[in-house]
């Protein structure tokens, strides 16, 4: 699979691994507007993956260049260029994004380094997993600047941590260290430092990598659209779920495979 290549995106494809550096060490990986529109493209081509069961990558890995930040937010400077129109659309542009990211079919893992500041957490939130170095530090500062969060930060953060945490962050500005983080459920684990953290997020592709990719995606969707939904409805989505699942070829492969006690080797479709 041919990912492209973007000016503001480093790609390595390791193993069962896709690792996506946002690569603007200079303002701490700030989103400009090309950041922004190098992950639409690069997340158009990723929706690509399982098309006729091909699975080339299991799970993406987004960090950010260097060891001082993931994304230290929005880029306050090109944003002060902007009239109130311009900088909303910015914000629509990256809601699209965070919602492309929800829609892969293969997991995503935030390996947050350092600064994950407004733009940056609200990225974060949008993966499926956040894993993050010891020095990482988590916050919503918009309000420091007379803004609000404008990329999903006061829809997803509450849903992520208690809607009391989530409040008292984003009113507050105070941003918040990786044990913290930990501690309120922001984030799934914590490691001494970017080595391990990449480490472990590629570790944790691996294990993906051993499961039905069908089924793992077929997960993936029905939590994304059960969001929101009621109890009635929610079960619904997963009987849908439970029943596309039911009829791959991974799933048959799995029943029988437990039935044999043997390993199951999983198509994939
Ligand atoms: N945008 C643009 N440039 C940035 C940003 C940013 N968000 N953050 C840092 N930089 C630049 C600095 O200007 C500096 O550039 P230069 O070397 O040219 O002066 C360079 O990166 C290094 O930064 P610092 O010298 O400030 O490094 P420090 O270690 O002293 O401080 C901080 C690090 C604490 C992270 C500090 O840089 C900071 O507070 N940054 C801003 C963090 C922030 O407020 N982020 C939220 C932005 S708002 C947002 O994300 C809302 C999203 C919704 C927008 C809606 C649509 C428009």
């Known amino acids: 699979m041919d990912f492209g290549t973007y000016p503001t995106l480093q790609l390595e494809h390791a193993g069962p691994a896709l690792i996506v550096t946002v690569n603007r060490p200079e303002a701490l990986n700030a989103l400009a507007g090309q950041v922004v529109e190098d992950l639409t493209q ?22 950010g260049a260097g060891e001082k930040s993931f994304v230290a937010g929005a880029d306050i400077v090109e944003m002060n260029t902007m009239d109130a129109q311009a900088a909303t659309e910015y914000g629509r542009k990256m809601h699209r994004v965070t919602l ?3 829609a892969l079919p ?4 935030a390996a947050v380094n350092g600064f994950a500041l407004g733009g940056g957490c609200e990225l974060a939130l949008a993966c499926d997993y956040i894993y993050a170095s010891s020095n990482a530090r988590f916050g919503q500062p918009e309000v420091n600047l007379g803004l609000v969060p404008g990329f999903g930060g006061a829809v997803r953060l509450p849903r992520r941590v208690s809607p009391g945490m ?3 962050m984003i009113f507050s500005a105070r941003p918040i260290k990786a044990d913290e983080a930990y501690r309120i459920g922001l984030v799934n684990a914590v490691f001494d430092n970017k080595a391990a953290l990449l480490e472990a997020a590629q ?4 294990e993906l990598a051993t499961k ?5 995606a077929n997960a993936k969707a029905a939590m994304s659209a059960m969001v929101g939904l009621s109890t009635v409805d929610a079960l619904e989505v997963e009987s849908t779920s439970f029943h596309s699942a039911f009829l791959t070829e991974d799933s048959v492969e799995g029943r029988n495979a437990f ?3 043997r390993a199951a080797q999983f198509p994939g479709s």
Do not use: H, M, N, Y
């Open 166 to 168: 989530a409040r008292e």
């Open 106 to 109: 293969v997991p995503v893992i």
């Open 42 to 63: 690069l997340l158009l081509v990723l929706s690509e993956l399982g098309r006729e069961g091909q699975w080339p990558v299991r799970g993406v890995i987004l960090t």
């Open 203 to 206: 570790e944790a592709v691996a």
């Open 100 to 102: 492309a990211l929800e």
């Open 212 to 216: 039905s990719p069908t089924a793992v």
């Open 259 to 261: 039935v044999a006690k």
